[in-house]
């Protein structure tokens, strides 16, 4: 008790501490927010009361769970805007920003006990915490260009989140990445050479309609590597280990293989469906096609994950198509789609059918049972 109490004095802190940034960030920069001011104060009045009756108690986890990230990550980015001038200053707040929101997390995250709630809490977050600048007036035009890109892009976000969401997970008595190497599985070299193989037909596929590859400026390609680590990072974060090991807790009860198959192809459609938010600045027919390809990819990073049980190793096969990709000129993911994008998508739709079918036997199943196995157990 006197342990959660030291946890929610650091978190009033910290609310007092945004309300702050953002008043001197409203006066300084001549900005006019009264709304977003009204929601801290909100939210700091609220979690100053200890002794209230049980409604309010509800109302008061309701608002923290929900505004708390936003506030905090808002006031981030906005001290960052004040400090962009002060490059040392700037990297100690991003070093904080790693572990800002583990106080919120013990105390409004971890009650959590519903699957749905869960499963809305892990995608919710992720768009809060994926980078507390970009949405706050940092650009490119001033300041360490290389450290302005470092905090725009949402790298150290992903990191961010991959470090809350693990707290979390252990929080709830659920498994940890970590836990999946524990267990020292005899791994077939047959399956990882296959797994190997697709990795380059991936590459190839992804690349087909590119005319060759182009080194641009230093700081093109710094953008682009930051770019590729927070997706990988991040994307294989919260669909690969939140989103599969959520859906794999909920059918535990159910036979295998139904319970892996569910598991694999409801975690890489959701991974599929969260690429239509790029029609903000896209067509509608690329967006279509990154929804294929990305839903049939994250039915092979699932195997790969739950066969290796390397959620690293995902994360860099992840971060070297992105980045590959980034070095095209032509390639689909930055121009338009022809209808052989399509085939070489519903190719590697049928060999992810077929792959999915073969690992469900022999020694092969056997691995893919013990890594579920651990993923779904609920430590007591």
Same mark, same amino acid.
């Given at each position: 008790?006197?342990?959660?109490?030291?946890?929610?004095?650091?978190?009033?802190?910290?609310?007092?501490?945004?309300?702050?940034?953002?008043?001197?960030?409203?006066?300084?920069? =001549?900005?006019?927010?009264?709304?977003?001011?009204? +929601?801290?104060?909100? !939210?700091?009045?609220?979690?100053?009361?200890?002794?209230?009756?049980?409604?309010?108690?509800?109302?008061?986890?309701?608002?923290?769970?929900?505004?708390?990230?936003?506030?905090?990550?808002?006031?981030?980015?906005?001290?960052?805007?004040?400090?962009?001038?002060?490059?040392?200053?700037?990297?100690?707040?991003?070093?904080?920003?790693?572990?800002?929101?583990?106080?919120?997390?013990?105390?409004?995250?971890?009650?959590?006990?519903?699957?749905?709630?869960?499963?809305?809490?892990?995608?919710?977050?992720?768009?809060?915490?994926?980078?507390?600048?970009?949405?706050?007036?940092?650009?490119?035009? =001033?300041?360490?260009?290389?450290?302005?890109?470092?905090?725009?892009?949402?790298?150290?976000?992903?990191?961010?989140?991959f470090i809350t969401v693990t707290?979390?997970?252990?929080?709830?008595?659920?498994?940890?990445?970590?836990?999946?190497?524990?267990?020292?599985?005899?791994?077939?070299?047959?399956?990882?050479?296959?797994?190997?193989?697709?990795?380059?037909?991936?590459?190839?596929?992804?690349?087909?309609?590119?005319?060759?590859?182009?080194?641009?400026?230093?700081? =093109?390609?710094?953008?682009?590597?930051?770019?590729?680590?927070?997706?990988?990072?991040?994307?294989?974060?919260?669909?690969?280990?939140?989103?599969? !090991?959520?859906?794999?807790?909920?059918?535990?009860?159910?036979?295998?293989?139904?319970?892996?198959? +569910?598991?694999?192809?409801?975690?890489?459609?959701?991974?599929?469906?969260?690429?239509?938010?790029?029609?903000?600045?896209?067509?509608?027919?690329?967006?279509?096609?990154?929804?294929?390809?990305?839903?049939?990819?994250?039915?092979?990073?699932?195997?790969?994950?739950?066969?290796?049980?390397?959620?690293?190793?995902?994360?860099?096969? =992840?971060?070297?198509?992105?980045f590959a990709a980034s070095l095209?000129?032509?390639?689909?993911?930055?121009?338009?789609?022809?209808?052989?994008?399509?085939?070489?998508?519903?190719?590697?739709?049928?060999?992810?059918?077929?792959?999915?079918?073969?690992?469900?036997?022999?020694?092969?199943?056997?691995?893919?049972?013990?890594?579920?196995?651990?993923?779904?157990?609920?430590?007591?």
């Amino acid at each position: 008790m006197k342990l959660k109490n030291r946890i929610l004095d650091i978190y009033r802190i910290q609310l007092l501490l945004a309300m702050i940034i953002l008043i001197l960030n409203d006066y300084l920069r =001549h900005l006019d927010s009264p709304i977003i001011l009204c +929601l801290v104060g909100i !939210t700091l009045l609220l979690a100053s009361f200890n002794q209230v009756s049980r409604p309010w108690q509800k109302l008061n986890w309701g608002i923290q769970l929900l505004v708390g990230p936003f506030i905090l990550s808002h006031a981030t980015g906005s001290l960052l805007v004040l400090l962009s001038a002060s490059n040392v200053i700037c990297g100690f707040v991003v070093l904080c920003y790693l572990v800002l929101f583990l106080p919120y997390a013990e105390l409004f995250v971890k009650p959590l006990k519903n699957f749905w709630f869960r499963l809305f809490w892990v995608i919710f977050f992720f768009q809060i915490a994926i980078s507390p600048a970009i949405y706050y007036g940092i650009s490119t035009n =001033h300041g360490n260009r290389w450290l302005t890109l470092l905090l725009t892009t949402g790298c150290l976000g992903a990191i961010t989140y991959f470090i809350t969401v693990t707290r979390v997970f252990a929080a709830w008595r659920l498994q940890t990445p970590l836990s999946l190497t524990t267990q020292q599985l005899k791994l077939n070299w047959a399956v990882v050479l296959t797994y190997c193989l697709l990795v380059v037909l991936f590459l190839y596929s992804n690349l087909a309609s590119c005319q060759r590859l182009i080194w641009r400026n230093d700081l =093109h390609q710094w953008q682009q590597l930051l770019l590729s680590l927070e997706s990988g990072i991040g994307e294989e974060t919260l669909c690969r280990y939140a989103i599969l !090991t959520l859906l794999l807790v909920l059918l535990r009860n159910t036979k295998w293989p139904l319970q892996l198959l +569910l598991g694999i192809f409801g975690s890489s459609l959701i991974f599929g469906l969260f690429h239509f938010i790029n029609l903000t600045d896209q067509s509608l027919s690329l967006t279509i096609y990154q929804f294929c390809f990305t839903t049939v990819s994250g039915i092979f990073f699932a195997l790969i994950f739950l066969y290796t049980g390397q959620l690293w190793l995902v994360m860099l096969i =992840h971060f070297v198509m992105d980045f590959a990709a980034s070095l095209s000129n032509g390639a689909t993911f930055g121009g338009t789609v022809s209808w052989a994008d399509y085939q070489s998508v519903l190719v590697l739709a049928i060999l992810m059918v077929g792959l999915t079918t073969w690992m469900m036997f022999g020694k092969r199943a056997q691995v893919m049972v013990q890594r579920v196995r651990i993923l779904t157990n609920v430590v007591r």
